[in-house]
């Protein structure tokens, strides 16, 4: 179909110039996204700490994180303060998930953050803790 007032030749070569357009747009976006990932962090010296399945938190409770290579790892508990509260875990963890159990009816109701801790990292995730409803 020809537009009116167009011949087959300006629509076709409108439509090829819109489409090279295209063409560069889509390859000058890949370039760029590989420039800037070039110092991305590497993933594998990183362990990645997953949020609570339970929020709020009762009873006992099971932290997960995946490692991708056997390293020294420290779990800790922390208030809304940032102070330390308890050290749940100081240990080597293994390659692939890893789970910390913790009972937290130890602790008071109120909001704590959970941090993990590495030789290269600290990660940190916020949980609510609610035992008794009074």
Known sequence: ???????LMDTLTS?????????????????MLRRFSRNAPNKEEYCELYSLEQNPAVGELEFYFISQKVRDFKLLIL??????????ENKECHVGGNIIRFDSSKLKNGDYFYCLETENQKTMKKMVVVNSVA
Do not use: A, K, W
């Not at 179909?1 to 011949?7: D, E, H, I």
């Not at 208030?79 to 749940?88: G, P, S, T, W």
């Open 1 to 7: 179909m020809v537009l009116y007032g167009f011949s």
């Open 15 to 31: 439509v090829l110039t819109v489409s090279i357009i295209i063409l560069m747009i889509i390859i000058l976006y890949r370039r």
């Open 79 to 88: 208030d809304h303060d940032m102070e330390l509260i308890q050290e749940v």
